[in-house]
């Protein structure tokens, strides 16, 4: 299957990938080729089949809705990139 | 002391042949002096590991310490560790250094294990060769020409260079394995939920679980029963009591029936691999095992089922790199959305973004039920085949890998080549069931893996088994040239 430029591109934007000129063919193959690979799922006869999205229906335990761990802030923000005055900073969004 | 195994220096710590002390200034030797061949450790915690030696002498003095207090241990980088760097392999993570333990490395920790470091993995465990890290690929100590095996592999060459007796590891789709057979040791991925995954860097959260590594079953055991818990911190952990793993060891594997999967056999099997497995299962019924003939109709999915949804589960939990709270951010990003693009490009290799953008496609509308949809039916095939053999078998075995190490660069450009490389090892992944291997003979010079699948919750019975085979079989002992 070969996957377009324009599906690359959009995918590099919901991904928060950036893909320079220099590279977009050779991403474009070898996704391809992946795709390839993941298109043999086709052949399966899935028909009444509920998947499954882990293994042996494992249910998931809920926790009491109860306070556990106390504020650490101080330790998170310490190893944060940029931190001001207690909150995480960013470049500006909005003028 | 470093040909020793883990459960001889346990009786050696315990009955004062030596010391904690004098163990982990052995194995920080070693690293010192053997690592630049194999590139297997990236962090090395000397000072730390001295002290935490001292602390488990001065418990074994006292007569009441664990069994495995004072055994030193590497983990793969994967695992939380306070205050040490956890990279995952990575450059998006080469600065980070956790404000708390993975449940698995404070398990260790409790029983008075010394961690002596940090071990090379493929970056984000997305790998078989240990090509994608961000440290530079690992060696394989039996020829350094030839990749370890991935994403484990600075676990595995670690314990086949005796630069540790035993490491931790992880496996998402053969990750703990593929590594250990081609290293020429033994590795177990436990059942899914068996192992605590909380404070192990998510790649597949359905998939994931950690185990050991070890020369030996037996090894293999004593970690096991170290690492295995309930833990209230991961949803997926299973409330369920851990048995004694190293007490079934010695029963007798008469009358166990094993059940040999003919797809395993079939097209792709190096013969060399294909005899050395052939001979083992000649042994294990020589010593009273019953091989019984099974089909697993929809191995061949496995891969294809495995490339979506393992892609699907790391491209949601691979968002949080985004430069924000913790890792890489590039520099002097002009806007939020450049900071997000050029961090997540610049802080991963090529292969992650690679999975991301796979994972991102097929979760992305319009193609959702096609993709994402249909690997959950093939998976629920998949498990529905393991489920139908267990009917009839207690144990299925059959090859780890298809061939033995391969040399670097020899899989060239086409992810897939590589993809191949975990044929026999996805579909346990996929059903959640325990696996492992342990080696089973020589190709060219190069280890060869025998992969024992259990049922789910039988991590003892398939240790049995493993220990059984490898105290009739010394390919367990072989150590790579140039180790004495």
Sequence with gaps: MIIKREEIEKLATLSRISIDEKTITDVTERLSSVLDLVDQLKTANTDSVQGISRPFQVSQRLRADEVTESNHRDKFQAIAPATDNGLFTVPKMID | ?484
């Excluded at chain 2, 099974?294 to 939990?317: G, H, R």
């Design chain 2, 1 to 484: 002391m470093h040909n020793y195994t883990i459960a001889e220096l346990v009786k050696g710590l315990q009955s004062k042949q030596f010391s904690s002390v004098e163990l982990t200034q052995h194995f920080l030797s070693r690293i010192s002096q053997f690592n630049d061949q194999y590139n297997a450790v990236i962090t090395v915690t000397a000072d730390q590991a001295l002290q935490a030696a001292q602390l488990a002498d001065q418990r074994l003095a006292m007569g009441s310490a664990p069994a495995l207090c004072g055994v030193p241990l590497l983990h793969k980088d994967i695992f939380c560790t306070k205050g040490v760097r956890t990279s995952c392999g990575s450059k998006m993570l080469d600065n980070f250094i956790p404000p708390y333990n993975a449940t698995v490395v404070e398990n260790f920790e409790q029983a008075g294990v010394v961690m002596l470091g940090k071990t090379n993995m493929d970056e984000f465990a997305m790998g078989s060769s240990n090509e994608t890290s961000f440290y530079g690929p690992v060696k394989n100590p039996w020829a350094t020409d030839c990749v370890p095996g991935g994403s484990s592999g600075g676990s595995a060459a670690a314990v086949a260079g005796r630069l540790a007796p035993g490491a931790t590891a992880t496996d998402t789709g053969g990750s703990i394995r593929q590594p250990a057979a081609l290293c020429g040791i033994s590795g177990l991925k436990p059942t899914y939920g068996r192992v605590s995954r909380w404070g192990m860097i998510a790649f597949a959260s359905s998939l994931d679980q950690a185990g050991p590594m070890a020369r030996t079953a037996e090894d293999c055991a004593l970690l096991l029963n170290c690492m295995a818990s309930f833990d209230d911190k991961d949803s997926t952990c299973v409330d369920r009591d851990v048995p004694d793993y190293s007490a079934s060891l010695n029963k007798t594997v008469k009358g166990l029936r094993i059940g040999v999967p003919k797809e395993y056999f079939s097209e792709g099997l190096h013969p060399g691999t294909e005899a050395a497995v052939k001979k083992a299962l000649a042994d294990l019924e020589a010593q009273g095992a019953e091989l019984v003939e099974i089909s697993l109709p929809n191995s061949d999915l496995s891969v294809p089922a495995y490339y979506v949804i393992a892609p699907a589960e790391a491209s949601a939990n691979l968002s949080r790199f985004d430069g924000v709270k913790y890792g890489y951010r590039c520099e002097n990003p002009k806007d939020l959305q450049d900071m997000y693009c050029r961090t997540r490009s610049e802080g991963f290799g090529e292969e992650v973004q690679r999975r991301i953008l796979i994972g991102t496609y097929c979760l992305s509308a319009g193609y959702y039920d096609a993709y994402y949809g249909k690997a959950q039916q093939v998976r629920k095939l998949i498990e529905q085949d393991f489920v139908n053999a267990f009917k009839d078998v207690d144990l299925i075995v059959g090859p780890t890998c298809p061939s033995p190490a391969f040399k670097f660069g020899s899989k060239g450009d086409d992810p897939v080549a590589m993809y191949l490389e975990d044929i026999y090892t996805i579909a346990t992944n996929l059903a959640g069931l325990p696996g492992m291997s342990v080696p089973c003979g020589m190709v060219e010079g190069k280890p060869v893996g025998l992969q024992i699948i259990g049922n789910y919750f039988d991590e003892a019975r398939m240790l049995n088994l493993a220990h059984q085979f490898q105290q009739v079989t010394d390919w367990h002992t072989q150590a790579p040239e140039g180790i004495s």
